[in-house]
């Protein structure tokens, strides 16, 4: 066993998290240590894997255009952007959460999340105008859902941008090289065990440990323990590396738990998508989220949920489970010619399984489910399909009446063909249980007060989702809380050093 290591912070991650609290930690000029279960090609945690929108309150079109480069007056013009100020994100995030969500952590994030991402566009993170989130008419691009931006090139290019600024920084990071146990000394955190690759067990003295590991959803013991037994059979859409140790470690320390361990955020996945995050197709290039444009039905050829419901930044983090629920945990989305050419883009992915027919007793053929069933299903929808005008850039209310579940916005009749129907699962993304912590990041025991020297962020922050969350919200939460925890660690320190 060696143990002639010391950091002045050590980041147990690589995630966005991660690097956010390891770039924040060095910009004090703290000597940071990143450590990495999983080789250097597979870094980067469920970060790697995201499509890179992001929800920050930046009130109005000025606000964007401080964030997004190469915006100009001419195309600006041509835009219609709803105003999106800190009011509006809290209320969503309360909205989804069923009011669950812990005040102060939700205040964090919201007031932080404009002034955090300005400052991921100082360490050298680009961002883009969000293609999925607009509705183009006449030449005027009408945005919609409160998430306009995403980072360029996706997660990917998030995490790359961080890891460019943290090696400019001096931060050093181990793969292959899990974080396996934390010490303490004097009720302070004063070490971590690491199973370090080529070494063995090393024991890393250092003043502060942030986690930013994730969450258990890689982990089937777990995900079938706390979210049950269907949840062995789940897709998992980012890392294999998620598995809890940063739970399990902060617990056996002081921590306590908090949250919603029987909750996560899970959304539609392709039906043959790989059961872990491939590496080799980064980018969330197998989910399916234009479903409020169409319908959904299980394998039975029945209707479930109500795809119109609201905005699907509001509804895919739990129309995944519902998905799960249903006979053998697949359901098919369907569309018809009118809506085709307004599917998201990885509706045209060679990866996309999909079934086109000419007439519905095809498309049941090729779909494999009960024909009778599924022609009476359609036919009930289209009777039931209101008048209305149209438009999926807004609420529009054009809904059905008489049938269960109805379908409350965007209801159009299912009758242009040919017909398309794509087979999804469901595919877990992160778990909502985690550790209790404060809105410096620190992380709290069962009295409340902080365990000294430990902080956490991104998936280990319990108590801010619950149920369901507004989609760009994670990643957000990830950056906010990532720099909180570096500030927090460093202050400590420094305060340490003072006295």
Not at 412 to 417: G, V
Not at 422 to 447: H, M, R
């Given at each position: 066993?060696?143990?002639?290591?010391?950091f002045?912070?050590?980041?147990?991650?690589?995630?966005?998290?991660a690097?956010?609290?390891?770039v924040?930690?060095?910009?004090k000029?703290?000597?940071?240590?990143m450590?990495e279960?999983g080789?250097?090609?597979?870094?980067?945690g469920?970060?790697?894997?995201?499509?890179?929108?992001?929800?920050f309150?930046?009130?109005d079109l000025?606000?964007i255009?401080?964030?997004?480069?190469?915006?100009?007056?001419?195309?600006?013009?041509?835009i219609?952007?709803?105003?999106?100020?800190?009011?509006?994100?809290?209320e969503?995030l309360?909205?989804?959460?069923?009011?669950?969500?812990?005040p102060?952590?939700?205040?964090h994030?919201?007031s932080?999340?404009?002034?955090?991402v300005?400052?991921?566009?100082e360490?050298g993170?680009?961002?883009?105008?969000?293609?999925?989130q607009?509705?183009?008419?006449?030449?005027?691009k009408?945005?919609?859902?409160?998430l306009?931006?995403?980072?360029?090139?996706?997660?990917?290019g998030?995490?790359?941008?961080l890891?460019?600024?943290a090696k400019?920084?001096?931060?050093?990071?181990?793969?292959e090289?899990?974080?396996?146990?934390?010490e303490k000394?004097?009720?302070?955190?004063?070490?971590?065990?690491?199973?370090?690759?080529?070494?063995?067990?090393t024991?890393?003295s250092?003043?502060?440990?942030?986690?930013?590991?994730?969450?258990?959803?890689?982990n089937k013991?777990?995900?079938?323990?706390?979210?049950?037994?269907?949840?062995e059979?789940?897709v998992?859409?980012?890392?294999?590396?998620?598995?809890g140790?940063?739970?399990?470690m902060?617990?056996e320390?002081?921590?306590?738990?908090?949250?919603q361990?029987d909750?996560?955020h899970?959304?539609?996945?392709?039906?043959?998508?790989?059961?872990v995050?491939d590496y080799?197709?980064?980018g969330?290039?197998?989910?399916?989220?234009?479903?409020?444009?169409g319908?959904?039905v299980n394998t039975?050829?029945k209707?479930?949920?109500?795809?119109?419901?609201?905005?699907?930044?509001y509804?895919?983090?739990?129309?995944?489970?519902e998905?799960?629920?249903?006979?053998?945990h697949?359901a098919?989305?369907?569309?018809?010619?009118?809506?085709?050419p307004?599917?998201r883009?990885?509706y045209?992915l060679d990866?996309?399984?999909?079934?086109?027919?000419?007439t519905?007793?095809e498309l049941?053929?090729?779909?494999?489910?009960?024909?009778?069933?599924?022609?009476k299903?359609?036919?009930?929808y289209?009777?039931a399909?209101?008048?209305?005008?149209?438009?999926p850039?807004i609420?529009d209310?054009k809904?059905?009446?008489?049938i269960?579940?109805?379908?409350?916005?965007?209801?159009?009749?299912f009758d242009?063909a040919?017909?398309?129907a794509y087979p999804?699962t469901?595919?877990?993304?992160?778990?909502f249980?985690a550790i209790?912590?404060?809105?410096?990041a620190?992380?709290l025991d069962?009295?409340?007060?902080?365990?000294?020297?430990?902080?956490?962020?991104?998936?280990?922050?319990?108590?801010?989702?619950?149920?369901?969350?507004?989609?760009?919200?994670?990643?957000?939460?990830?950056?906010?809380?990532?720099?909180?925890?570096?500030?927090?660690a460093?202050?400590?320190?420094?305060e340490?050093?003072?006295?």
């Amino acid at each position: 066993m060696q143990n002639n290591k010391h950091f002045d912070v050590v980041v147990v991650g690589t995630g966005n998290a991660a690097l956010s609290a390891a770039v924040s930690a060095s910009e004090k000029g703290a000597k940071v240590l990143m450590l990495e279960k999983g080789p250097e090609h597979k870094r980067g945690g469920n970060s790697f894997f995201t499509d890179g929108a992001i929800r920050f309150a930046y009130k109005d079109l000025d606000g964007i255009r401080r964030v997004v480069d190469h915006l100009s007056a001419e195309e600006a013009s041509n835009i219609e952007m709803p105003e999106y100020d800190t009011g509006v994100f809290h209320e969503d995030l309360m909205k989804v959460t069923k009011g669950k969500s812990n005040p102060e952590l939700a205040d964090h994030l919201v007031s932080q999340s404009y002034e955090t991402v300005l400052w991921m566009k100082e360490q050298g993170v680009k961002f883009v105008m969000n293609e999925n989130q607009f509705f183009e008419k006449d030449g005027k691009k009408t945005f919609w859902g409160g998430l306009p931006v995403k980072t360029d090139n996706k997660g990917i290019g998030l995490v790359e941008a961080l890891f460019k600024k943290a090696k400019e920084k001096g931060v050093e990071i181990w793969y292959e090289s899990p974080a396996v146990k934390l010490e303490k000394a004097d009720g302070k955190i004063s070490a971590v065990h690491v199973n370090r690759k080529g070494d063995g067990e090393t024991i890393v003295s250092t003043d502060s440990v942030i986690l930013a590991c994730g969450g258990f959803e890689a982990n089937k013991k777990k995900r079938m323990e706390h979210l049950g037994d269907e949840w062995e059979d789940a897709v998992v859409r980012g890392s294999e590396y998620n598995t809890g140790d940063g739970i399990t470690m902060a617990l056996e320390a002081g921590a306590v738990r908090a949250g919603q361990y029987d909750g996560c955020h899970a959304h539609t996945t392709d039906y043959n998508a790989p059961r872990v995050g491939d590496y080799s197709k980064p980018g969330d290039i197998y989910k399916k989220s234009s479903y409020p444009l169409g319908l959904i039905v299980n394998t039975e050829g029945k209707r479930f949920v109500d795809e119109g419901a609201d905005f699907r930044n509001y509804t895919y983090a739990k129309y995944g489970k519902e998905t799960l629920k249903q006979p053998e945990h697949k359901a098919f989305q369907l569309y018809d010619s009118q809506v085709r050419p307004m599917l998201r883009v990885e509706y045209d992915l060679d990866e996309a399984t999909v079934f086109k027919a000419d007439t519905l007793e095809e498309l049941a053929l090729k779909m494999g489910v009960d024909k009778e069933s599924f022609l009476k299903t359609i036919k009930d929808y289209n009777g039931a399909v209101q008048d209305g005008n149209y438009n999926p850039s807004i609420k529009d209310g054009k809904s059905t009446q008489g049938i269960s579940p109805e379908k409350t916005n965007w209801a159009l009749r299912f009758d242009k063909a040919p017909f398309y129907a794509y087979p999804v699962t469901c595919g877990i993304t992160f778990t909502f249980g985690a550790i209790k912590v404060n809105d410096k990041a620190e992380v709290l025991d069962g009295s409340g007060h902080p365990v000294e020297g430990l902080y956490a962020a991104g998936e280990m922050v319990g108590e801010l989702f619950y149920h369901n969350y507004p989609g760009g919200s994670g990643l957000m939460s990830g950056s906010v809380f990532g720099r909180t925890a570096g500030k927090s660690a460093t202050e400590c320190i420094e305060e340490k050093t003072l006295n």
